[in-house]
């Protein structure tokens, strides 16, 4: 009987501890248990470590190890080069963006010379407003002379006869008869070199790469000279320039010697067998003698390799007589072989066409006419005076 009950006191601790046990596992509250984590072989020894390729097993067997996976390195994509149109043509292209701020000056000039009545009244008129138009004073009066003259000749006129008179006297102002092409024809193994001067702010740099784009349309080799040291903005807008359609750009430390650079940008054309070297200068028009100085370096530098053909000086149109002013002093240091209007689609001054080139003795040869990268064109006389007309 003793051990009966002895065996019944077992199973009920036995279920006592079974029931507390359970009650701790599932009590509310308690955290799960976190999991196991996988066995994982123990890393290898770098000696060790299986080489890339075929690896003899035990028994002969013969196992391929694939190579390390390296991460793929990023790619660099170079600049497309651009192939800019051929500069024929672009300004009978751009003849509406002119005509649209030159039309006032025509229309308006029209409208008096097709008065039935031509008194001291209508042609101070016209006079005043081919002045206004920045024409010039001496340019002006010897229009309005020929034109009077002309008209008592003709006595009644008609519209066509009005424009007609128009057209041959602003033609005969700009001189149509004078050599507007840009001298970039190679010298045997040498490029022709052409120095781009100016004041900041006209657009010079600007200037230099947009004339880049045309000769390389033109299918010319070209090198670009940073000369302009004292601005870092001006080398790293040229080089811009110059990868988009392909053309190296030479340039050197910020503040450095503006001739070396143009020195080394000339070695450079020649050494590329290149067509062309443009070489932008500074435009700090501080004193006339500083800038003489400097200008003067930079073109003795340039010919103890090659010749300088071409001496642009760049203008803004939209500046009117002063403009002329900076033209005058630029004119005094280098010898100015033609001019770059830049901005004459923003002015209805067109007239600073003929003041500049009466000023300075040499012909307008480029003109901007737009934001836009081939929106330089070369001058035509008489695409120029029918925008002014119109049709």
Same mark, same amino acid.
């Given at each position: 009987?003793?051990?009966?009950?002895? =065996?019944?006191?077992? =199973?009920?601790? $036995?279920?006592?501890?079974?029931?507390?046990?359970?009650?701790?596992?599932?009590?509310?509250?308690?955290?799960?248990?976190?999991?196991?984590?996988?066995? @994982?072989?123990? %890393?290898?020894?770098?000696?060790?470590?299986?080489?890339?390729?075929?690896?003899?097993?035990?028994?002969?067997?013969?196992?391929?190890?694939?190579?390390?996976?390296?991460?793929?390195? +990023?790619?660099?994509?170079?600049?497309? $080069?651009?192939?800019?149109? +051929?500069?024929?043509?672009? *300004?009978?292209?751009?003849?509406?963006?002119?005509?649209?701020?030159?039309?006032?000056?025509?229309?308006?000039?029209?409208?008096?010379?097709?008065?039935?009545?031509?008194?001291?009244?209508?042609?101070?008129?016209?006079?005043?407003?081919?002045?206004?138009?920045?024409?010039?004073?001496?340019?002006?009066?010897? *229009?309005?002379?020929?034109?009077?003259?002309?008209?008592?000749?003709?006595?009644?006129?008609? %519209?066509?006869? =009005?424009?007609?008179?128009?057209?041959?006297?602003?033609?005969?102002?700009?001189?149509?008869?004078?050599?507007?092409?840009?001298?970039? @024809?190679?010298?045997?193994?040498? %490029?022709? /070199?052409?120095?781009? $001067?100016?004041?900041?702010?006209?657009?010079?740099?600007?200037?230099?790469?947009?004339?880049?784009?045309?000769?390389?349309?033109?299918?010319?080799?070209?090198?670009?000279?940073?000369?302009? !040291?004292?601005?870092?903005?001006?080398?790293? @807008?040229?080089? !811009?320039?110059?990868?988009?359609?392909?053309?190296?750009?030479?340039?050197?430390?910020?503040?450095?010697? +503006?001739?070396?650079?143009?020195?080394?940008?000339?070695?450079?054309?020649?050494?590329?067998?290149?067509?062309?070297?443009?070489?932008?200068?500074?435009?700090?028009?501080?004193?006339?003698?500083?800038? *003489?100085?400097?200008?003067?370096?930079?073109?003795?530098?340039?010919?103890?390799?090659?010749?300088?053909?071409? =001496?642009?000086?760049?203008?803004?149109? !939209?500046?009117?007589?002063?403009? *002329?002013?900076?033209?005058?002093?630029?004119?005094?240091? $280098?010898?100015?072989?033609?001019?770059?209007?830049?901005?004459?689609?923003?002015?209805?001054?067109?007239?600073?066409?003929?003041?500049?080139?009466?000023?300075?003795? /040499?012909?307008?040869?480029?003109?901007?006419?737009?934001?836009?990268?081939?929106?330089?064109?070369?001058?035509? +006389?008489? /695409?120029?005076?029918?925008?002014?007309?119109?049709?």
């Amino acid at each position: 009987m003793d051990g009966y009950l002895g =065996v019944i006191v077992i =199973v009920v601790v $036995v279920a006592l501890l079974a029931v507390g046990g359970l009650f701790l596992l599932f009590r509310p509250g308690r955290k799960a248990a976190p999991p196991v984590p996988p066995p @994982q072989a123990p %890393p290898l020894p770098e000696e060790e470590k299986r080489p890339a390729g075929p690896v003899e097993e035990a028994g002969g067997a013969v196992t391929t190890v694939p190579p390390p996976i390296k991460p793929a390195e +990023p790619m660099v994509i170079a600049p497309e $080069v651009e192939v800019p149109p +051929p500069s024929a043509g672009r *300004m009978v292209r751009l003849r509406s963006r002119l005509a649209r701020s030159q039309s006032s000056l025509g229309r308006g000039l029209l409208e008096l010379l097709s008065r039935d009545r031509l008194d001291d009244d209508v042609w101070d008129e016209i006079e005043e407003s081919l002045i206004t138009a920045d024409v010039g004073v001496a340019p002006t009066r010897a *229009m309005v002379e020929e034109l009077r003259t002309k008209v008592k000749v003709l006595g009644s006129r008609t %519209p066509a006869e =009005v424009r007609g008179l128009l057209r041959e006297q602003l033609l005969a102002q700009i001189n149509p008869d004078l050599d507007r092409s840009l001298h970039v @024809q190679k010298h045997g193994e040498r %490029p022709a /070199v052409v120095l781009v $001067v100016g004041v900041n702010g006209t657009g010079k740099t600007t200037t230099t790469g947009k004339l880049a784009r045309s000769l390389i349309g033109d299918g010319k080799k070209v090198v670009l000279g940073a000369a302009d !040291t004292f601005r870092a903005a001006a080398a790293d @807008q040229l080089q !811009t320039w110059g990868e988009r359609v392909g053309a190296e750009t030479v340039r050197g430390p910020e503040g450095g010697d +503006p001739a070396s650079v143009a020195f080394d940008a000339t070695a450079k054309g020649i050494e590329d067998k290149v067509d062309v070297v443009i070489v932008d200068t500074a435009g700090r028009l501080h004193t006339k003698t500083g800038l *003489m100085d400097e200008l003067g370096k930079v073109k003795r530098v340039i010919e103890k390799k090659a010749t300088v053909d071409e =001496v642009l000086l760049v203008l803004d149109a !939209t500046t009117g007589q002063n403009g *002329m002013r900076q033209a005058q002093v630029f004119a005094e240091v $280098v010898n100015i072989t033609g001019i770059a209007l830049t901005k004459l689609d923003g002015t209805a001054k067109g007239g600073i066409v003929i003041s500049v080139q009466r000023e300075l003795g /040499v012909p307008v040869k480029l003109v901007g006419l737009g934001e836009g990268p081939d929106d330089l064109a070369p001058f035509d +006389p008489e /695409v120029f005076v029918d925008a002014i007309l119109g049709d």
